[in-house]
């Protein structure tokens, strides 16, 4: 049987009024360079698992900083730290610290002692 | 009136404008160029944008403004060595010469991006890895092709090579090589018929007069690609042909394209010459390396050494259009300082 009504399907809006940006913000604290991403891709375009998954650690650090840290969560463990990332950057983003702390920051989340 | 003495050094575009201006307001003008013609980096340009006015026009028009009775022109020669001495300036050629001089501009210009330093491109590595200024040398030849002799199908340009880069240690952005791209993009598709390019580009910088009408233009009526990617590496494949990849910002995937020929955006830099003029005078320079102007404002062609002037792209990447105004405006403050000076 149908069901009838209305379903309530997630805005695709980024609501930067809501989402959380303390993931972001404790990287920012701890790595200044965070700040600097152009979003060239270039370290995506570099990247080993970024070739084979759909892992961009360009797209992973717009997330953070718009708090839409889901996606992040879920595919930052795809980084094998090889570092290839930060040879390219043309910004020089420290980009291994910066996953570093992601993961940090998610494990203290699930914690409470971010 | 007395007759003033100054000496311009640097005969590119901004030291014969400037050259040109002061011989017209009554200053007897030396004009040192270290290479054996003047032009400067003009010469390598076949065609110019916004209009691709040929570039030997400019010389031409540049040359008439330094025909003049009061211009000596010296070529050939370097700045040895650069004194103050007693209200004047005396000034050492390499080839020997002494001139005092009453004032001085400073016209080094700037050197393009050796682009070989960005070794993950293969400029002198890889065949048919070129750059914008030996793309026009094949434009002045009359045909674009690859070393083997066959005529390229599939170009890459890549965008901001040595500019906006840390790691070539350019953190700024040299401003006219977007334009050069979309114009050089342009002049791909008329030379070789249905060739395909692609332009890799960070941001598409289009400030200056009638750039983002020209690149509408290559979208709409020559079909040029853009891709919102900086390329992150080039190799060869087996059959000879160049691998460029990047990632595809916009589609948020890794892109890989195999072309024929990929031509490289180089940016611009202080000049070797204008490092050692700054040495010799001790003449301040930025964190870019570029002559720093006295004030940002109101003093872009003053230094912060009394009766030294700045003009063109010295002092910052500059087009055509903007290193003339500079320099028309280095010749009026030289003849404020003159008055005074009186």
Known sequence: ?114 | MMTNNVIVIGGGTAGMEVAGQLARQGCRVTLVEKNPETGGNVNNWHHLFPDRRAGKEVIQYLRSQIDHTAITLITGNTISGLRHDNGSFLINTSGGDTIAADAVVVATGFDLFRSERKEEYGYHIYDNVITSADLEEMFREGEVRLTNGNIPQTIGIVHCVGSRDEKAGNLYCSKLCCITAVKQAIEITEYIKDARVYCFYMDMRMGGAMYEEIYREAQEKYGVNFIRGKVSEVSETIDHKLLLKAEDTLAGRPVKLKVDMIVLMAGMEMSEGGIEVSEMAGLNRGANRFFAPADNHFGSNLSNRKGIFYAGSCTAPMNITETISHARAAAAEVIDYLKEKI
């Open chain 1, 1 to 114: 049987m149908d069901k009838f009504g209305f379903t309530l399907s997630k805005a695709r809006v980024i609501d930067l009024d809501s989402n959380d940006r303390s993931i972001a913000e404790y990287i920012l604290r701890n790595e200044p360079s965070f700040s600097l991403c152009i979003e060239c891709g270039c370290c995506a375009s570099t990247c080993t698992a970024g070739t084979y998954t759909p892992f961009s650690l360009r797209e992973l650090q717009i997330l953070l900083k718009r708090g839409e840290n889901e996606k992040v969560r879920t595919n930052i463990g795809k980084c094998m730290l090889c570092g290839k990332c930060s040879l390219v950057c043309p910004r020089g983003v420290n980009t291994r610290n910066i996953i570093e702390l992601a993961k940090k920051a998610f494990k203290n989340q699930e914690t409470h002692a971010i």
